[in-house]
DNA sequence: GCCAACGTTGGC
DNA sequence: GCCAACGTTGGC
């Protein structure tokens, strides 16, 4: 069975503009250097599909991405302990689900992103990823 | 731009 | 191996 996760960027770092213009190639997902983050990467199997999320600017879960590849070395990690995964973009979410909506609803009190807001890589469960998919109307 | 939360580093 | 100092993230 596969997992669902979510995938932290800032938008001024890498938008999800971007991502959907690297197109069916997808893209490795650089920058990690957490070990927490790490591990849910290294979790990943190819298939998986998670969502995007823009901090910062916008604070909004505002598309889905497509595990390609799994855990391997990021080019960008001078130190080698860590690693990326590649992603690829599926589809926008035709509404934006905001950071407010998620704090505001009960239904998502236990998910990472408001009880462990730091953590730019996490765990999604099939619960909370149907519910967000139908407030951002898919 | 500020600051709280949290992870990491480094001195002991 | 502990813990204080420091750096970074990310909401506000």
């Known amino acids: 069975?596969?997992?669902f996760w979510l995938f932290k960027s800032e938008p001024d770092a890498w938008s999800w503009d971007?991502?959907?213009?690297c197109g069916a190639a997808g893209t490795g997902w650089t920058g990690v250097r957490n070990h927490l983050a790490?591990?849910?990467m290294q979790a990943m199997q190819a298939?998986?599909?998670g969502f995007?999320?823009?901090?910062?600017?916008g604070k909004a879960v505002v598309g889905v991405v497509e595990v390609i590849k799994t855990f391997h070395p990021d080019p960008t990690d001078e130190s080698g302990k860590?690693?990326?995964?590649d992603v690829r973009a599926v589809e926008p979410l035709p509404r934006p689900v905001t950071l407010e909506e998620i704090k505001a609803d009960a239904r998502f009190a236990?998910?990472?992103?408001v009880t462990n807001m730091r953590l730019s890589v996490q765990p999604v469960s099939a619960e909370h990823w149907n519910a967000i998919r139908a407030l951002g109307g898919l």
């Open 18 to 21: 971007q991502m959907v213009a």
């Open 38 to 40: 790490k591990k849910q």
């Open 1 to 3: 069975m596969s997992a």
């Open 82 to 85: 860590f690693g990326m995964v």
């Open 47 to 49: 298939g998986d599909l």
């Open 110 to 113: 236990d998910m990472a992103l």
């Open 52 to 57: 995007f999320y823009h901090s910062n600017v």
